[in-house]
């Protein structure tokens, strides 16, 4: 197995980990809304800030409010299961790439992708 197929295994992990935590508590809390009819995704700000207080209280003390307002609050507003999506589509989107300039690379050099990964066995 490549170490891609690994990264790509725990990273397709963290969404199906943030899912499973927004269904568990649309479940557990009917107060929050009827399981099947009002689903909702939980931001990721609310995530930092009810499961790690701590942490989000010390980063909006000591980043600059600009910088919060820029990128941190639009950030924060998303999806978990989104933003926790996005290095998997990044590394999908990479290996796309890299198997195309790969294929391109080896018609440039005159050998086909197939050839250049068989092993060749050469008797003494």
């Known amino acids: 197995m490549r170490s ?3 990264l790509g295994f725990f990273l397709a992990l963290l969404p199906a980990a943030a899912i499973s935590h927004d269904a568990y508590m649309a479940y557990s809390h009917p107060e929050m809304g009827d399981f099947i009819h009002a689903f909702r995704f939980s931001d990721v700000g ?6 790690h207080q701590e942490s989000f209280n010390w980063a909006k003390d000591n980043l600059d409010p600009d910088f919060w307002q820029a990128l941190l609050d639009p950030l ?7 933003v926790a999506a996005l ?5 999908i989107i990479a290996s796309f790439v890299h198997k195309a300039v790969g294929g391109l690379e080896m018609q440039a050099a005159g050998k086909s992708p197939a050839k250049a990964k068989r092993l060749k066995y050469r008797r003494k």
């Open 76 to 82: 924060l507003s998303q999806s978990t299961a989104l």
């Open 4 to 6: 891609s197929h690994l």
């Open 46 to 51: 609310w995530m930092w800030a009810n499961y």
């Open 87 to 91: 290095p998997l589509a990044l590394l």
